[in-house]
């Protein structure tokens, strides 16, 4: 299936944003929108809130709670369980990962250090939170790709293309699940 995604990136000030991305297909409609709000604090991006709609589901979300009375640690929640999980600084949300590699090469390109890999937790609406080391893996076309490949059994892949050109936000990224079903955004030309 072939359609249009527009993910948009709004700092709302210096200490917040609000990032969104709508998937859609022609004569489908919206295939999947996910929103994604937070902070901008010492270690990037921090979330606080991820809602995720898809076709033929209801919306899930997840909700950060970063201080209060006993709090040692973020804690996440989510609307489909009723546990929480511990949320280390610097975790991102399924959505964020995206804008936190380019500020984490950017940084090193700033600070003249090298770009070797990127660890991060990555935590989904359903309470998925997984392990994501993206290794560079090549650079071509002036771009540099970075990789992740699953360390278990239904674990995402994820690969995405980096233009040092425009601050090293994602130029294409592909997701691709366990049963091979992929999910592929590429950033449209300049007009």
């Not at 589901?57 to 209060?68: P, W």
């Not at 964020?96 to 003249?112: F, P």
Request: proline share 7%.
């Amino acid at each position: 299936m072939r359609g249009e995604a527009i993910l948009d990136w709004q700092p709302q000030d210096a200490r917040a944003y609000r990032l969104t991305l709508d998937v859609k297909a022609p004569l489908i409609g919206t295939v999947m929108a996910q929103v994604s709000t937070g902070l901008i604090d010492a270690a990037g991006i921090a979330p606080l809130r991820l809602t995720d709609r898809r076709l033929g589901s209801s919306e899930r979300a997840l909700n950060v709670q970063r201080s209060g009375e006993g709090l040692e640690m973020p804690r996440v929640s989510f609307s489909s369980r009723t546990d929480s999980a511990p949320f280390p600084i610097g975790s991102q949300d399924l959505l964020s990962w995206m804008v936190q590699i380019a500020g984490i090469l950017q940084a090193r390109q700033d600070l003249g250090m090298p770009s070797g890999p990127i660890e991060m937790l990555v935590v989904g609406v359903r309470g998925d939170q997984q392990r994501w080391r993206l290794r560079p893996d090549s650079e071509a076309d002036g771009q540099i790709r970075l990789i992740r490949r699953p360390e278990g059994p239904y674990e995402t892949q994820a690969e995405v293309w980096l233009d040092p050109a425009r601050h090293h936000l994602p130029a294409r990224i592909r997701l691709t699940e366990p049963s091979g079903e992929a999910l592929e955004l590429n950033r449209a030309e300049d007009s």
